[in-house]
């Protein structure tokens, strides 16, 4: 039956009016280990509440209503050997659900009732870990720092959104990127996700080429400097969003201003550039380094 379905869609995929999305199969990625040293890392995804873990004064915070984490072992040459198996929980908060939050995460009050988080699992597979990989790491990393800090503050991060330039560039979100590589997940469940992003994960980002994974570490194993524009003039923020910078609102305890990060080595030049177009000669740049251990937290 498996054949006759493959074939049909052989025959669909041959014509022009019609293109065909094949479901994500855990584990298809796994190739034969010959014995060669292994790393791991933790795909993780999380749904939440809302957008913002710190809240304030008036509000408490959004929280973690589940979680996933799919424990992965890779080669030096960044071939997918192990997969799982992988942990999943829902986690009821203080607060209910919204209606809208319902509506986006198909998460509802009935279903995260009386649940919670093991930590000691979690901490587990976390700690065998040597980088956590999230889709959206800046969002991630937030909210499960702040839900346990023990477990995930003290290794690195890498994000697949943001640290690769995925030929399929369209919104970067993970679902347009899964539909253009020719798949589709059966449910939007945090452990699905970390499937369907190890799927591409473990595809290369062009022909015969390093898989997108490899692409990802080596990345992210590169500390940045990151170079605030503080005090920028507001006629001045279109230059900059279009030199690749982003705003900052404060929120987080950093400054109010447009940063960017750079490789380093390669700052003084983009400081050159600020104070030609932006501040003037005299203009001191405030600037840190920024590694895989701090990069996407609030330590920033």
Known sequence: MTDTMEDMASALEASDNYKVLRRVQPGRCVQPHDGSPTRR??????ETTGLDPKGNSDYAGDEIIELGLLPVD????????R???????????RKSISAKIEALTGITNAMVEGHD?????????????????????????????????ETFTSKPWACSWTQLDWPESGSGRL??????????????????????????????????GVPAL???????????????????????????KARGYRWNTGD??????????????????EITFLRAAIFGP??????????????FSDRC
Not at 184 to 205: G, I
Not at 215 to 239: M, N, S, Y
């Open 117 to 149: 988080i093991d930590f000691d699992q979690a901490a587990q597979l976390v700690d065998d870990a040597d980088w956590i990989i999230a889709h959206n790491a800046r969002f991630d990393r937030r909210f499960a720092e702040i839900l346990h800090p």
């Open 282 to 295: 005299d203009w001191n740049a405030r600037r840190s380094l920024i590694t895989a251990y701090d990069r």
């Open 214 to 240: 490899g692409h990802l570490i080596e990345t992210a194993q590169k500390p940045v400097v990151r170079l605030w524009a503080q005090g920028a003039p507001f006629e001045k923020k279109d230059l900059l």
């Open 252 to 269: 987080d305890g950093g400054p109010r201003a447009w940063f960017t990060d750079i490789e380093e080595g390669r700052e003084d030049a």
């Open 175 to 208: 679902g347009y990127l899964v539909n253009a590589a020719g798949l589709f997940s059966a449910h939007h469940r945090a452990l699905d996700d970390c499937h369907a992003l190890l799927e591409l994960l473990a595809r290369p980002l062009s022909l015969g």
């Open 83 to 93: 997969v799982g198996p992988g942990y999943q929980s829902f986690r009821q908060p």
């Open 41 to 46: 890392a933790i795909i993780l995804d999380c």
């Open 74 to 81: 890779f080669t030096d040459d960044y071939r997918i050997v």
